[in-house]
């Protein structure tokens, strides 16, 4: 049995429990208990959605709205390491596409993809507010604003990746 498919240890079922108590209605914890369990695994497994759905009185076809909604919410396995680069109107206007084309370069992977070695994802996202910064991306969750290619070639050396 994979990770993905094991049941959710007990310690991050009681966290998830703890969250639902402090919430007016158990399924306002829907946002922090996938954050939970993506701290906690990487990542949201369908059976580990269904087990938080179950645990918050909610169907998992409504928690999986909610999962899919929100762009820091992984519904399939990343790598260690996840660059969100902001595709914003104003990101594409300061130079966001050649960055891009640098890290799938550098990276040989296309947005959406993972290195072979599983270290880094490329993922594109809407908007990070800090357009006073464009080009601006997030790495895991440290926010990088006024991206040049050569941050993006120190940023993926400090993650154990040579360019």
Same mark, same amino acid.
């Given at each position: ?9 007990? !310690? ?33 497994? *369908? *059976? ?49 596409? !050649? ?21 880094? *994802? ?10 006073? $910064?464009? !080009? ?7 926010? $990088? ?17 040579? !360019?």
């Amino acid at each position: 049995m994979s990770t993905a498919d094991a049941p959710l240890p007990a !310690p991050i079922r009681a966290e998830i429990l703890a969250l639902a108590a402090a919430e007016p209605h158990p399924r306002g914890a829907g946002v922090a208990a996938l954050r939970l369990v993506q701290a906690h695994l990487g990542w949201v497994s *369908t *059976t580990h959605l269904r087990e938080v759905a179950a645990l918050l009185g909610m169907s998992a076809d409504d928690l999986d709205g909610i999962a899919t909604y929100f762009n820091l919410l992984f519904r399939r396995p990343v790598g260690r390491h996840v660059i969100m680069l902001c595709d914003s109107v104003t990101c594409w206007i300061m130079g966001r596409e !050649p960055l891009c084309a640098h890290l799938c370069r550098t990276l040989g992977i296309r947005p959406g993809e993972t290195t072979a070695d599983n270290a880094i *994802t490329l993922l594109p996202t809407v908007c990070i507010g800090h357009c006073d $910064h464009a !080009p601006a991306m997030l790495v895991d969750n440290a926010l $990088h604003g006024d991206v040049t290619t050569a941050t993006l070639d120190h940023l993926i050396d400090t993650l154990g990746r040579t !360019p």
